[in-house]
């Protein structure tokens, strides 16, 4: 879904948001392979060999191409593969660290099963053509196991999840773009672009009573903005609710002055929104210009530092929501998430984010998987590890059941409200739609 923005999120971005670069010098640079044939939309998977065989025949393009289930696991080592915007509309070199903060915490205490991970990262430049040869490149050249914790919202597209898809290669944690959520080999932990809309516009008519409600999101794609607003007219009506305007923001939209303006002239006495961090921030710079205040509900970077900052001093009404425990609840899994990020970078302090928290929930999850698949793990294991999890308590939301299949299984939200210190506090329990 994630619902967010372009996402970053959006993309969600929210994507714009949260992308950053860790642990890359020596890393090989990219190199642009050729593209296997895409007429197959569905390959066939048939075990090659005897029963202990650990590869695996796909037919793509009407050819058979021979996988290394094993690949990218050695003796010490399973090397992990990451997408990351890192450079473009914004820097998310936080969200990495998350990741690789977990990593270091499982490494230092002997890894999963005796092997360490090693995470090996590339930055799409939120480009989606750098990003599927970055893609190729971790899989082909650089040979990694899976993939985790994605943050590139303009890459995590169609081609790169049917290329993951064919191949078998787990993708767990990303940021959660429609085609994400319809792949057996993609798991993500955010609420898609149905769900987060939804549930914005559900805390602002059932919860605050607002009837007439504006709705900003960063856009991505025409296919998003569809989803969105679809949604949010649903929701809304459940409700007694109107959505009187939307908009679909360009992420590197500069002043959002107009959106203000709009909003108000078509009557809204509420506002939501599913905007990046950066996006965010100078939307709340235009209502400072303004005297207009009406309440705001919005997702996932909603409750990051930087927007958090620029948010008029004496503005009452002022939610945040997202799908996994709220930082300043101090839970035990969050207080580790927070002691680990300390202590490995103590500098991010205080520019942590829901793709941080994000991030590490993917990370966090993957090993989880790695270690239900047992010592000699398999692509297909890990997926069969993950498609078997019953009310799985992750610590960061509520217990997950997966299935073979679509994975879509995220959609209950947390709520937090801004106090006048500018801190968030909880104001709802878990709420689902």
């Known amino acids: 879904m994630v619902a967010l923005v372009v996402q970053l999120l959006v993309s969600t971005v929210l994507g714009a948001a949260i992308v950053g670069a860790v642990n890359r010098a020596g890393d090989a640079p990219v190199q642009v392979v050729h593209e296997l044939p895409s007429q197959s939309v569905q390959p066939s998977v048939q075990p090659t060999g005897s029963s202990g065989s ?83 490149d971790l899989a082909e050249n650089q040979k990694v196991f899976a993939m985790a914790s994605w943050v590139a919202p303009n890459s995590e597209n169609d081609q790169t999840i049917k290329y993951l898809t064919d191949r078998g290669i ?30 914005v516009v559900r805390h602002l008519a059932k919860v605050l009573g607002m009837k007439k409600i504006a709705l900003v999101w960063v856009h991505l794609t025409n296919e998003i903005d569809g989803i969105v607003t679809s949604s949010a007219n649903d929701e809304a009506a459940k409700w007694g609710a109107k959505i009187v305007y939307t908009e679909a923001a360009d992420v590197a939209k500069p002043v959002y002055d107009d959106t203000v303006v709009n909003a108000q002239g078509n009557g809204a006495d509420g506002m939501g929104t599913i905007l990046d961090a950066f996006s965010a921030s100078r939307y709340w710079q235009s209502f400072a210009r303004g005297s207009w205040r009406p309440p705001q509900v919005g997702y996932a970077f909603a409750m990051d530092p930087q927007p958090t900052q620029v948010i008029p001093s004496g503005y009452e009404e002022v939610y945040g929501i997202q799908e996994m425990e709220l930082p300043g609840n101090q839970t ?24 941080s928290e994000l991030t590490w929930l993917g990370a966090k999850m993957l090993v989880a998987g790695l270690e239900r698949a047992g010592p000699n793990p398999t692509r297909e294991g890990l997926l069969a590890a993950f498609d078997s999890m019953t009310d799985f308590d992750s610590g960061f939301a509520p217990p997950y059941t997966i299935r073979p299949g679509n994975h879509d299984f995220i959609n209950c939200m947390k709520a937090a409200k801004l106090t006048s210190t500018r801190t968030w506090v909880q104001s709802s329990d878990w709420f689902c739609v």
């Open 332 to 355: 035990p899994p969050v207080a580790e998430y927070l002691a680990k990020m300390k202590k490995y970078y103590p500098g991010d302090m205080d520019k942590l984010s829901w793709g």
């Open 170 to 199: 787990p993708l767990v944690g990303n940021f959660g773009q429609p085609a994400e959520y319809k792949s057996r080999i993609s798991y993500p932990f955010s609420a898609n672009w149905t769900v987060s809309p939804r549930l």
């Open 54 to 136: 650990r590869t695996m025949t796909t037919v793509l393009g009407g050819r058979k191409v021979t996988t290394d289930q094993t690949v990218g696991v050695s003796a010490g080592e399973i090397k992990i593969g990451g997408l990351f915007t890192l450079s473009g509309p914004g820097d998310g070199t936080v969200a990495l660290h998350a990741v690789q903060a977990y990593f270091n915490m499982v490494n230092a205490t002997g890894g999963v099963h005796g092997r360490k991970l090693r995470y090996v990262t590339r930055d799409d430049k939120f480009d989606p053509s750098i990003g599927f040869a970055a893609t190729k």
